[in-house]
């Protein structure tokens, strides 16, 4: 069993700053990918950022330059620290990771449960 766990949200002013944080664990035998999504009421899920086992990251240009993705490998953990709050940056936010849990080369997309972040005054 693998599980992806979130943390983090909550309430900020616009202008704000929020740090988000995501910890897969169970059987993993490694990781690919991990990143950032989210949903905004009534809208489709978005992508936001990734960070690949080879460390490079990609933001989504609404996120770029106030975003900023980082990852501990040694505890499969991926960071969101966000800067510079809009109140269109309000969303439920799920980390997602890829991941081979057995070894055996197949890789599976985790989902976490997803974390509130409010943008209001």
């Known amino acids: 069993q693998v599980q992806v766990v979130e943390s983090g949200g909550g309430l900020v002013q616009p202008g704000g700053s929020l740090r988000l944080s995501c910890a897969a664990s169970?059987?993993?035998?490694?990781?690919?990918?991990m990143g950032w999504y989210r949903q905004a009421p009534g809208k489709q899920r978005e992508w936001v950022a990734t960070s690949t086992d080879a460390g490079s990251t990609n933001y989504a240009d609404s996120v770029k330059g106030r975003f900023t993705i980082a990852r501990d490998n040694a505890k499969n953990t991926v960071y969101l620290q966000m800067s510079s709050l809009k109140p269109e940056d309000t969303a439920v936010y799920y980390c997602n990771a890829e991941l081979d849990p057995t070894g055996w080369g197949s890789t599976y997309e985790y989902w976490g449960q997803g974390t509130q972040v409010t943008v209001s005054s």
């Open positions: 169970g059987m993993i035998f490694s990781i690919n990918h």
